[in-house]
């Protein structure tokens, strides 16, 4: 069987488990090796194909594209932080699987800098473009860009309510309000009065739409506040610190990140609370509070999907013209990481791919 068919077969398998399911430097390479000349071979497998048509005459040829010869960029918020990492892992095992270039830009938060990388990216002639849309007022239009020179472009993490709107093929990643909206229904299980939902981002749409999500389904006060940036965590604590000591009826936490409700958990101790924490994707920190039961759950959007399927759908669409998805998101979560499997998750936690 042909590489193009194995990894036809793969993706088919991951967006029916998805959809059952229901979160360096600008020029940096990764998988640029010498193995990307070998993907060009993958098409010669299709010979064996022939000898099932009666019809040809063997005389034509098919001129595909092939896989060495691709560049994608993904193009993100990211920080680079652990989150992140794990998305910037499954981009190098999907580049490395299907033997192309590919070129990771993080934005740092920064949606001038995200602007910039996809201007350059088209620029460039770049064969697609995977890019998160955190940003609705600044983003749409150089993606649009994009489309219109005949640029693949796939939206993934943040973008599912924009990536129609731009003409991406399809949004790989998890539905955020969908996911608040399961997070509420958990702190009513264990017993939550006021939960703040703090937020590490200001004018992140998909955080925002966590906290709203939260807000539909919680029977409780919902207190939505900016509770400080990842980078600096010690003013983050403080932030949340802050805000605990200024509401006593505050009894919950739900830290849209993981490096937030680490944080958030290290307030709450700080000022003697006993809330109910809970989180949102994976990290080591997070696994080993939810093991030791200071975090109630976390929900896993399962990140390393979002880095590794926009590669492979992008090289299936240039080199098939295979697309996924029939216009509909491919899902990737919510799940959710309790007491109950965190031990199961963490050797892959570990492992870096989750």
Not at 94 to 110: F, K, M, Q, R, S
Not at 169 to 193: P, Y
Not at 255 to 265: H, K, N, Q
Request: some cysteine; glycine content about 14%.
């Amino acid at each position: 069987m042909s590489k193009r068919f194995k990894l036809l077969a793969v993706l088919l398998a991951l967006v029916m488990f998805a959809a059952a399911c229901g979160d360096d430097s600008s020029d940096d390479n990764a998988g640029d090796s010498g193995d990307s000349g070998d993907s060009g071979d993958s098409g010669d497998s299709g010979d064996s194909g022939d000898s099932g048509d009666s019809g040809d005459s063997g005389d034509e040829s098919v001129d595909q594209t092939q896989g060495g010869d691709l560049t994608f960029n993904m193009i993100t918020h990211s920080d680079d932080g652990p989150f992140w990492s794990v998305v910037k892992r499954g981009m190098e095992a999907a580049c490395t699987d299907v033997g192309v270039t590919c070129i990771w830009n993080p934005g740092d938060n920064d949606p001038a800098t995200m602007v910039a990388d996809i201007e350059a990216a088209i620029t460039a002639g770049t064969d697609g473009i995977a890019a998160s849309l955190p940003y609705p007022d600044a983003l749409p239009g150089p993606l649009t860009q994009a489309v219109d020179a005949g640029i693949p472009v796939y939206t993934l993490n943040s973008g599912v309510d924009y990536y129609e709107e731009i003409g991406a093929t399809s949004h790989v990643g998890q539905t955020e309000g969908i996911a608040g909206e399961g997070a509420g229904k958990r702190f009513n299980d264990l017993g939550a009065t006021h939960v703040l939902c703090a937020f590490q981002e200001e004018g992140n749409v998909g955080l925002e739409e966590r906290c709203a999500g939260l807000a539909e389904t919680f029977e409780g006060e919902v207190s939505i506040e900016f509770g400080g940036m990842d980078e600096d965590q010690t003013n983050q604590e403080a932030t949340i610190n802050a805000l605990l000591s200024a509401d006593p009826s505050i009894d919950a936490i739900l830290g849209v990140g993981p490096v937030i409700a680490m944080s958030s958990l290290r307030a709450s101790e700080s000022v003697g609370r006993d809330a109910i924490i809970g989180g949102f994707d994976i990290t080591p920190e997070v696994i080993d509070a939810i093991e030791a039961g200071t975090i109630s759950f976390t929900v896993d959007q399962q990140q390393y999907l979002q880095g590794y399927l926009p590669i492979v759908l992008m090289y299936l669409e240039a080199t098939n013209q295979n697309t996924a998805g029939g216009g509909l998101p491919i899902l990737t979560g919510p799940g959710f990481v309790t007491p109950d499997n965190a031990a199961d998750v963490k050797a892959l936690v570990e492992a870096g791919t989750r």
